[in-house]
């Protein structure tokens, strides 16, 4: 059987032709309609010149429209590349000639912003507008098509032949230099990573996703395609404040919510109605390590919530999940690997670590994948031959070398120890930022907090906190938060400064943006005895 992304969809509409299958603004599609319009798009996609393994972009909020417009391409052989909708014009340029984009599907409202760069863009010949609205744009060598004037006439058109082994996606990663870099994704990778999901948290055709993130994560891109895998429902959202999700985890009925570590500290100050706990099942976490006092709110908030903490990367997806009766155990834990990958903690020499020892994570496996786009130097930096590697088979098997140090305990349980470009270097010792964060939040004075080092001409780096206040607070009693450092942290890991914000800058994806805080930092104590 392939694995084959548009099938997801196609198999659920023979299977459960009438279940909801997307559901956006009180609008929705069952199976049966999904099926009908994203094949009716492929055969769209490809009278307006679309070839198989060729590139199209979507550049909109979550909605009907950009689902359909991924399954279609796929179907039409394409490959879709679902750029994120807070990007600004400069940004998306980058992304549509890094990979060559021929197809873009926006909407009439975003083309105002990006007229200017459209035509720098020498690959694209076409883009589609949502709208069912002409519209008069004249950028030489583009087309404008509206969405809903798409129609496929008479003429049969062949669908290409698709494998699972060929390019489904390119998903763009902000990094931690340089531009974003593309990360190939095969189908094989995508569905992989959907029945893994699905097979550890339960999802069955009754299921109700909350989609809260965007399509261009591969977190976000997941809470679409493991409910069409099975059979349920992915209600599409962006939110603008964090009430709001609560609000339609009530309304939409909804059995499963996943978010990043700023959403659920923001969520974890806030009241729950009992309501959610009647349909609310599981929630999860990946994006960064949930700080143990925002899950503590977080489960007496919603009774009875089995919570997964996870551990992913975009270029391997999903490596890792605790199960929920595994949390009060091991709280500090990561957990093992997802199903049908293996994670393994690798020394700087390629050898494995023994328990307890710190090393860098690299996964192995179906989810591993393709590189990165038109980079053959960072691929070969990140794509290696795996440790394991036996010496008799002459193809090598790639793995991803994550750049996360981790350990791994007697029972096979894993531990994050930070990343190897965020560790601290201090006083000629190594910190890691997530111990030191862990305190703070546990203090309760801060909403959210970033700890970074700044150059330091004594201790190499100094430690320094960015924070916003909590919820219930109007400012930050920093003297406080700092002897709560001093009495349960060495005194090497004390932070010398903490920088109050009304709120931190984020990446794409809702994570703090550790990079610009940084730049920012650096310059505001350059010149201070901090």
């Not at 492929?42 to 359909?68: D, M, N, V, W």
């Not at 902000?174 to 097979?199: D, M, Q, R």
């Not at 400012?475 to 700092?482: G, K, Y």
Request: hydrophobic share 40%.
């Amino acid at each position: 059987m392939s694995n084959l992304v548009h099938e997801l969809a196609l198999k659920s509409a023979q299977a459960v032709p009438d279940n909801q299958a997307i559901s956006n603004r009180k609008v929705s599609l069952s199976y049966r309609q999904l099926a009908e319009q994203m094949t009716e798009q492929a055969h769209t996609f490809i009278q307006f010149g679309l070839r198989p393994q060729q590139r199209l972009a979507i550049y909109l909020p979550k909605q009907l429209e950009s689902a359909i417009s991924m399954l279609a391409a796929n179907l039409a052989g394409g490959v879709f590349v679902p750029v994120n909708p807070v990007l600004k014009a400069e940004q998306v340029q980058h992304i549509l000639n890094d990979c060559n984009v021929q197809i873009l599907v926006t909407s009439k409202n975003r083309i105002t912003a990006l007229e200017q760069v459209l035509a720098n863009c020498p690959d694209l010949h076409t883009v589609v507008i949502v709208e069912d609205q002409p519209i008069e744009k004249n950028i030489p060598g583009i087309q404008f098509r509206p969405w809903k004037n798409c129609k496929a006439n008479d003429t049969p058109i062949k669908l290409p032949t698709v494998i699972d082994s060929d390019m489904a996606a390119i998903l763009y990663t902000s990094g931690s230099t340089g531009k974003p870099k593309g990360v190939v994704l095969s189908h094989n990778n995508i569905v992989s990573g959907a029945k893994s999901v699905a097979e550890y948290l339960k999802m069955d055709p009754s299921d109700r996703i909350l989609a809260v993130l965007p399509f261009s994560f591969d977190y976000g891109l997941n809470q679409l395609m493991s409910p069409l895998l099975r059979g349920a429902c992915s209600v599409l959202m962006d939110y603008l404040l964090a009430r709001d999700v609560i609000k339609a985890v009530v309304r939409e009925k909804i059995t499963g919510l996943g978010a990043v570590p700023p959403l659920w500290v923001q969520l974890g100050q806030l009241e729950w109605p009992d309501e959610a706990s009647k349909s609310l099942r599981y929630m999860t976490n990946s994006g960064g390590k949930m700080p143990k006092s925002t899950l503590n709110a977080l489960r007496e908030a919603v009774p009875g919530i089995q919570f997964y903490l996870m551990y992913g990367l975009t270029e391997a997806f999903r490596s890792t999940y605790l199960p929920p009766e595994l949390i009060d155990e091991r709280p500090d834990s990561m957990g093992k690997a997802i199903p049908n990958a293996e994670i393994l903690v690798v020394r700087e020499d390629g050898s494995l670590c023994a328990a307890n020892e710190p090393g860098e994570l690299v996964h192995r496996g179906c989810l591993v994948a393709m590189g990165y786009w038109n980079d053959p130097q960072k691929t070969k930096e990140r794509f290696k031959p795996s440790p394991t590697q036996i010496k008799e088979i002459p193809i090598p098997e790639i793995a991803v070398w994550s750049g996360d140090t981790v350990s791994r305990d007697e029972d096979g349980f894993l531990y994050f120890v930070g990343r190897k470009d965020d560790m601290i270097k201090t006083s000629g010792y190594r910190v890691s930022p997530t111990e030191v964060e862990e305190v703070i939040y546990a203090s309760g004075l801060v909403g959210e907090a970033a700890v970074l080092g700044i150059p330091h001409p004594a201790l190499g780096q100094a430690i320094v906190v960015a924070a916003t206040a909590a919820a219930k607070e109007k400012t930050i009693d920093t003297d406080n938060i700092l002897n709560i450092c001093r009495q349960q942290l060495a005194n090497f890991m004390v932070p010398a400064a903490i920088k109050i914000y009304t709120e931190l800058p984020k990446n794409p994806n809702g994570k703090i943006n550790r990079k610009e805080l940084t730049h920012e930092l650096n310059d505001m104590f350059e010149n201070l005895d901090i």
